[in-house]
């Protein structure tokens, strides 16, 4: 989705940016959770009073429907604040994604536990008080940067309430790989209807040829006819980013305070150079942007970080859209 760095234009690219409030309830493990629907998770689990590691692994979309689905399994109960339970919050009549998605407060009725992932660089790292709800199992999210953390990406989590160590876990879990994956394709209509960008020389797309994804050049001209590449992905930002490369510059950090609202995981500052621009017609002020539509040329409600085929939400379960400047 489109991204100025004054309010105004994000006014007219149609996000709405805005701090929200947290709730502060206590949600028990009977309440509802999102149900997954994706890859792999191991959770593994050490309860008090035990030295005993017992494991299990979840379809799961991020690391905190992964505890949550093993509860049963492992034999804990959770406790989560009932606004952390869901990846988006709305007030005041306006929507942004929760930076708490999946903070646990408890396990078994105790805020005393460590919660540990094991990285891709084959580190456990203590993860306990973070957002679990935007840490993925999925090799390409790496590149995201997610609440200071050095890694983004776990597909194995160790929660410890005994007195065991991580040292001793092995079976661990290889990381989901979305590369090639036809499940995990994205298609991308791209035009400019301004007829006001000039696409580098030599600038380089995916599209399909009916046989398979290959590479192309793309030009200004075939811009402005639309042109439809793809690209694969764990969400429809990284399926884009891979889709075209480095002409997609965007944010791939998770939430950024630009100092009393906040931009959000995967706001595209510019595509093939061009971000938003401004003009004058009299009195009147005109704005060109990348705007971001569903395949029905509707609006996108999100930036394209927040729409995956492997999504748990089906609202976001989505591998097709426009993308127009105008």
């Keep these: 989705m489109e991204k100025s760095d004054k309010m105004k234009c994000k006014a007219i690219a149609l996000v709405l940016i805005m701090v929200f409030a947290m709730g502060v309830g206590i949600l028990t493990d009977e309440s509802s959770a999102e149900t997954a629907d994706a890859e792999t998770v191991k959770v593994y689990y050490n309860a008090a009073g035990t030295n005993t590691w017992t494991s299990s692994v979840q379809d799961a979309y991020n690391v905190y429907l992964a505890i949550y689905g093993a509860r049963t399994d492992l034999g804990y109960s959770m406790a989560t604040s009932a606004t952390n339970t869901q990846w988006f919050v709305t007030s005041e009549g306006y929507s942004n ?59 194995n989590v160790a929660i410890i309430q005994g007195t065991g160590s991580t040292a001793t876990l092995s079976d661990m879990i290889a990381v989901t790989s979305v590369d090639g994956r036809s499940d995990c394709m994205y298609t991308f209509l791209l035009i400019d209807s301004s007829g006001s960008v000039a696409v580098p020389s030599g600038t380089q797309v995916q599209v399909s040829n009916g046989s398979g994804v290959v ?55 510019t595509l093939f150079g061009v971000g938003t621009t401004s003009e004058k017609s009299g009195d009147a002020t005109i704005y060109h942007y990348w705007a971001s539509y569903d395949s029905n040329m509707n609006y996108l409600n999100w930036t394209f970080g927040y729409y995956s085929i492997l999504h748990f939400d089906a609202s976001n379960v989505m591998n097709d859209f426009v993308i127009m400047y105008s």
């Design 97 to 155: 994604p929760n930076m708490g998605y999946g903070l646990i407060d408890e396990i078994n009725g105790s805020t005393s536990f460590t919660i540990y992932g094991y990285s891709i660089d084959s580190e456990w790292i203590d993860i306990t008080g973070k957002a679990l709800g935007w840490l993925r199992p999925y090799s390409d999210y790496s590149d995201v940067t997610v609440d200071g953390l050095s890694s983004s990406v776990y597909a």
């Design 215 to 269: 590479t192309q050049t793309l030009t200004t001209e075939q811009l402005q006819s639309g042109v439809t590449v793809v690209g694969y992905g764990s969400d429809a930002y990284l399926a884009l980013k891979d889709a075209v490369g480095s002409s997609l510059v965007g944010q791939q950090v998770s939430w950024i305070d630009q100092g009393g609202y906040y931009t959000y995981y995967s706001w595209m500052d």
